[in-house]
C-alpha cells in the first residue's frame, strides 16, 4: 500500500513569491496535518484537515493556508514567501481524529527561500 | 504551556543499549510516542504507550513511562549502527481536546559508533 506522497520534494523560490505543496495521503486516510522543521524551532503544527474542513490551526501567520479536497489530498500554500520560511514541510496523514489513530508522515518537501 | 523536552544527543556502542529520555509537561496526553527521522526522509512512528500503561516492549524497544514525573524513555536493546537517527517524543496537545496536535521534542541524535 502507497505511503503518504508530497510533492515536490524540492524547491527553491525567492522572497515574496507564493508556493504550493502537494500531499496525497494514504489510501482511505481521511485527516491530513501539515507541520513546519525547522533547526531552530524543531517540529511545529501548521493545520489538520478532515472532511475538508480546516479542524485546528497553529500559530502561523495568515500567509500560510490550506485545503483538502474530497479525496482526501491536501495542499498547504504559503504567500509572500520570506527567508525564514525555509524548512521542511511535513505532511501526516491518518485514518480518522482521535489520538489512538497513529500519524503517519510523508518524505516532506524541503523549500528553500532566497 | 505545553512543552516536550529531550536531551540533543547520544553516543553508544554498537551492542550496548541507548536510553532516550524525554519530559512533559501536558498531564492530560493519553498517549505518547516516539518516532524516528533518518536523514533525508520523513519521520516513522517506532511505538505509542498509552497513559494508563508503566511499559510497552516491542522487539528490541521498550517505553518506560512515569505518569507522575511525565517522564517518558525509549530504551533500544543490541542497538545498531542501522538505528543511528534523530529520535522524537511526541504528546498530543490538549487543544481540541484528545484531538489536538502532536506536540513534539526538538529531538535526540543517536550516534552509534562501530
Known amino acids: 500500500k502507497a505511503g503518504v506522497t508530497q510533492t515536490p520534494r524540492y524547491l527553491i523560490k525567492t522572497r515574496g513569491q507564493q508556493v504550493t505543496l502537494s500531499c496525497s495521503p494514504i489510501?482511505?486516510?481521511?485527516?491530513v496535518s501539515w507541520y513546519q522543521q525547522t533547526p531552530g524551532q524543531g517540529l511545529q503544527f501548521l493545520f489538520e484537515y478532515f472532511s475538508e474542513t480546516q479542524r485546528n490551526k497553529g500559530n502561523f501567520p495568515g500567509r500560510f493556508s490550506g485545503r483538502q479536497f474530497s479525496n482526501s489530498r491536501s495542499e498547504m500554500n504559503v504567500s509572500t514567501l520570506e527567508l525564514g520560511d525555509s524548512a521542511l514541510y511535513l505532511c501526516?496523514?491518518?485514518?480518522?481524529?482521535?489520538?489512538?489513530?497513529?500519524?503517519?508522515f510523508g518524505s516532506g518537501t524541503r523549500l528553500t527561500v532566497v | 504551556g505545553e512543552d516536550v523536552e529531550q536531551s540533543l544527543f547520544l553516543s553508544v556502542r554498537e551492542g550496548d543499549s541507548s536510553v532516550i529520555n524525554c519530559t512533559y509537561t501536558?498531564?492530560?496526553?493519553?498517549?505518547l510516542y516516539w518516532y524516528k527521522q533518518e536523514p533525508g526522509a520523513g519521520l516513522q512512528l517506532l511505538t505509542y504507550?498509552?497513559?494508563?500503561?508503566d511499559m510497552k516492549q516491542d522487539q528490541r524497544l521498550t517505553v518506560l513511562l512515569n505518569k507522575k514525573d511525565k517522564h517518558l524513555s525509549l530504551r533500544i536493546a543490541d542497538t545498531q549502527t542501522g538505528d543511528s537517527a534523530i529520535y522524537f517524543c511526541a504528546e498530543r496537545s490538549g487543544y481540541g481536546g484528545s484531538q489536538g496536535n502532536l506536540i513534539f521534542g526538538k529531538g535526540t541524535k543517536l550516534s552509534v559508533k562501530p
Open positions: 501536558d498531564s492530560s496526553s493519553t498517549y
Open positions: 504507550i498509552f497513559s494508563n500503561m
Open positions: 489510501s482511505g486516510h481521511r485527516s
Open positions: 501526516a496523514s491518518s485514518l480518522a481524529r482521535g489520538e489512538h489513530y497513529g500519524y503517519t
